[in-house]
C-alpha cells in the first residue's frame, strides 16, 4: 500500500512563503509522476503543479507560475512545493499526489495516490 503525507502547511501573511513537503512510503514505484493540488472551500479541485521522476519535466497554470517552484528528491522519496509571493486567493487545502503512469498531468482524475492534505491560508 502507497501512503503520502504532506507537511509545512501554516498561516503566512500575503507576500510571505511556505515550503510544502510531501513523504511517499510504502510499495512504491522509483518514476512515479509527483503533482500538487489545491482546493479551497466552495471551489473545485486545482491543478498546481507537477514533476516527472527525472525532473526534466515540471508543470505549472498560470496562476502560480513564477512563484511556485516543485521540486523531487527520490532518494529520499520525497516532493517539495516552494511558494513564494503568497497571495490571499492562494488559500487552500494542498493535496500531494502520485501515479506510475497518468494518462494526464494537469487532471486529478488520473492520479491513483493521495495524500490527506495539508492546510495554507494567506492572511491580507
Known amino acids: 500500500q502507497v501512503q503520502l503525507v504532506e507537511s509545512g502547511g501554516g498561516l503566512v501573511q500575503a507576500g510571505g512563503s511556505l515550503r510544502l513537503s510531501c513523504v511517499v512510503s510504502?510499495?512504491?514505484?522509483?518514476?512515479?509522476?509527483m503533482a500538487w493540488f489545491r482546493q479551497a472551500p466552495g471551489k473545485e479541485r486545482e491543478f498546481v503543479a507537477a514533476?516527472?521522476?527525472?525532473?526534466?519535466?515540471?508543470y505549472y497554470p498560470d496562476s502560480v507560475k513564477g512563484r511556485f517552484t516543485i521540486s523531487r528528491d527520490n532518494a529520499k522519496n520525497t516532493v517539495h512545493l516552494q511558494m513564494n509571493s503568497l497571495k490571499p486567493e492562494d488559500t487552500a487545502v494542498y493535496y500531494c499526489?502520485?501515479?506510475?503512469?497518468?494518462?494526464?498531468?494537469?487532471?486529478?482524475?488520473?492520479?491513483?495516490?493521495w495524500g490527506q492534505g495539508t492546510q495554507v491560508t494567506v492572511s491580507s
Open positions: 510504502g510499495r512504491t514505484f522509483s518514476r512515479y509522476v
Open positions: 514533476i516527472n521522476w527525472s525532473a526534466d519535466r515540471v
Open positions: 499526489a502520485a501515479d506510475a503512469l497518468p494518462r494526464s498531468y494537469y487532471s486529478g482524475n488520473y492520479y491513483n495516490y
